[in-house]
């Protein structure tokens, strides 16, 4: 129990930092167990892990706001969010540096499903980590049984006692949340792609802050868009509406077009209070596509864009080790609608021009047998009507999508108009009609089936390892994830690094394709939690769910990755 514990710490003072060793295991505290999982093996290793385990009985939180899976989520990050905060409160309350020796998966502006507090029909588990105290290389035991018997404690009872949380703060993260999630449900039965409510706010404070910009014009939908909903908190919320279909975004320079597009990028996830996006609600399967000159591809069909290439290369199964911009394009979303994707968002900024337009100009002097790229022009409208997938772009450089977009929208120094009307009648006066190539069908979609080789690694060759959120090293091959630009969390990265590991143990058998096993892998965490797919009993790591979007593109980015076609190969 607490007090052996409190004399073992004591009794290690002094000795080697490998005895600290001894104190794994489980202890009684008066409110709680403490589990000690792993123990680091020197004071500069990463810190040991650690779990507290609470009866729900002792936490208090009311049975009713944590009976659907949704409510524990978002619980569980609102007492990571107080754990965090109740260790820096502590740390400058006692002046110590407590900050800098116990440790908890950190929170950003998004809601995600984590390992670092989970609750279950009994109990509730903390899981963070701790560095043992050490000077030079020798056990501060004292130091240790004061931060296990007076600090921990205290971090305890003011993040996880119900009686000391902030109640009325707690329940509007959990309204909040269930109404997000209700909007999010409510987009697919009234046909529309994406909810911005009026007075959202959507500039972020900097590149490297992602908190709200103060003093920032707040949205305002066009009066045509608009709709309402009617919440499950009760409040009634209004804002834009925007249906399936083909949206463009228009607009000078510097108006804000990519700052809404972002916004919508990240509408997939549940926001927190006070984020200013909490209700901007997109398709949680939006994709967004950019450019990706360099990245690696694996047998991709992208002959639906690009065909004919010089030497003949075949596109129905495109490889390369080093995509160009318009054809790391291509596959981008060709992979995005093997993933299921439902919403394509497309920002001129990071896209390929030839892949985007090709304008009357240059259609009349290359003849289309001398030029391999369709432009998106011609593919888009097909994407909607053959396969239903709809398509939000930013072109602020060229009409040539006027043509083709259902509604046209302006961003006129940050205020949204509608368009429409005014560009479709430019796109039907004669001077400006571009030649018309539209094909009517999309083309064929890619259902590839990975090979067991391409995770065929033995030692320290299968090992994964992630540097920050972009990179996973698996072996000493590097998985590049900058590009995908809806992974928002570090733990998602560490998460998709499990799953691959999880993948190559169990799933991948040559029947099943990329999406079928990635479904396959998030049934099994629906069922058991994302703990399940850790190699690590107890305290599982930090981990963050990612969507089945962001794991896939991972495992397509991996220049490992090996698979043969359902049908061509
Ligand atoms: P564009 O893509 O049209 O060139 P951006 O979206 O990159 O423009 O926005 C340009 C700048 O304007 C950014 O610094 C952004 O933070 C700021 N900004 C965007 N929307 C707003 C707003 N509603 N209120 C205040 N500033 C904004
Ligand atoms: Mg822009």
Known sequence: NATTFDQMLNSLDGQKYGAYKRIKGRYQFENYQLSVDHIQVDPYAPPSKMRI???????????????TQDKRIAVADFLTRTFEKAIQAISKKTKSEINRMIFIDHCGQEILQRTSVVINDNELEV????GLPAAGRKIKGRTASYLFKKILPEIVEQSLLYQNLDQEVLKKQL??????????????KRNLVAFVANGSILPRQSGVSDKPLKKAIPFESPANFEIQFTLPSGRTVTGMGLPAGITLIVGGGFHGKSTLLQALERGVYHHIPEDGRELVVTRPDAAKIRAEDGRNIEKVNISSFINHL???????????EDASGSTSQAANVMEALEAKSSL??????????????????????????????????NKIRPLYETLGVSTILIVGGSGDYFDVADQVLMMDEYRLKDVTEAAKTIANS?????EKVSSEQFGDLPARIPLKKSFDKSGKEGR?????????????????????????????????AEMIGF?????????????????????YIEKKGIDAISPYSGHPGNLALPRKQELCAAINRYRGLKVKNETMD
Not at 127 to 130: A, D, G, I, L
Not at 359 to 366: A, E, V
Not at 503 to 516: A, G, H, M, S, Y
């Open 503 to 523: 993948l190559q143990k169990q799933i991948i058998d040559e029947k099943v394709t990329l999406l079928q096993a990635v479904d396959k892998l998030y049934a």
């Open 464 to 496: 994964l390892k992630v540097k920050g959120k972009n990179t996973i090293l698996y072996g000493r091959e590097p998985i590049d994830i900058s590009g995908l630009e809806q992974l928002v969390d570090n733990s998602q990265t560490n998460c998709i």
């Open 310 to 320: 010089p030497g003949g290369k075949d596109t129905r199964t495109f490889s390369t």
């Open 175 to 188: 309204t909040l949340m269930l109404d997000q999630s209700f909007i999010r449900a409510e987009l697919a």
């Open 430 to 434: 004669e001077g400006y009609r571009r």
């Open 344 to 377: 394509l968002l497309i920002d001129e900024d990071t896209s390929a021009t030839n892949f985007m337009i090709r304008d009357g100009r240059m259609q009349k002097l290359i003849a289309p047998d001398k030029e391999p790229i369709t432009p998106f022009t």
């Open 127 to 130: 899981r963070f980590e701790v």
């Open 53 to 67: 385990i609470m009866d729900r009985k002792t936490a208090g939180i009311p049975h009713k706001w944590l009976d």
